[in-house]
T-cell receptor, first 117, second 115 residues
């Protein structure tokens, strides 16, 4: 069974400071890792994903994430936080599988990111 | 842009009613998914479909069924709504592929209240 842990329910950061939202995962085999953001009363928006290759993945709105296989982590980062980054962030994982078909994502419980002016 | 739409943003139903949640995507995606989102639990997969008339159970299928008669449309059915099905329901779609690397794109969600 696969799982995702987001150890912090809430992260508070001052505007202009760097931010990190933590994610660790457990999966059999090679993982595909995703970050989504949810603004109030909205659906999830895709930010970035790790498939293979470079461990540092760049995504939308200046966010990036670093895949660390030995620590089974995929932390989301941004060099300089904006008040508009305040939202709920979800990490998700899917194990690589062979063949076609489909498979759902396993999500973490989410982290509220609050950027203070 | 990928567009996933859901028929209602807010829905109030009574216990025992049959409830239909509709999802439509306009990107010709093969795969469609239904999740429910609850505070402190994240998103949990209810059902998914990789082709018309095909369906697979997710992690929490009990009390739900689905229908996919057309490629663009995926319906979630609550046969007899109960108060513990009060939740936010999110539909997603993705293109077909191999290995699972495809991105899922989400609709705006339907917030369902069962009284």
């Amino acid at each position: 069974a696969q799982s995702v842990a987001q150890p912090e329910d809430q992260v508070n950061v001052a505007e202009g400071n760097p931010l990190t939202v933590k994610c660790t995962y457990s999966v059999s085999g090679n993982p595909y890792l995703f970050w989504y953001v949810q603004y109030p009363n909205r659906g999830l928006q895709f930010l970035l994903k790790y498939i293979t290759g470079d461990n540092l993945v760049k995504g939308s709105y200046g966010f990036e994430a670093e895949f660390n296989k030995s620590q089974t982590s995929f932390h989301l980062k941004k060099p300089s936080a904006l008040v508009s980054d305040s939202a709920l962030y979800f990490c998700a994982v899917r194990a690589m599988y062979s063949g076609g078909g489909a498979d759902g994502l396993t999500f973490g419980k989410g982290t509220h990111l609050i950027i203070q002016p | 842009d990928v567009k996933v739409t859901q028929s209602s943003r807010y829905l109030v139903k009574r216990t025992g009613e049959k409830v239909f949640l509709e999802c439509v995507q306009d990107m010709d995606h093969e795969n469609m998914f239904w999740y429910r989102q609850d505070p402190g639990l994240g998103l949990r997969l209810i059902y998914f479909s990789y082709d018309v008339k095909m369906k697979e159970k997710g992690d929490i299928p009990e009390g739900y069924s689905v229908s996919r008669e057309k490629k663009e449309r995926f319906s979630l059915i609550l046969e007899s709504a109960s108060t513990n099905q009060t939740s936010m329901y999110l539909c997603a779609s993705s293109s077909a592929g191999t290995g699972g690397r495809e991105t899922q794109y989400f609709g705006p969600g339907t917030r369902l209240l069962v009284l």
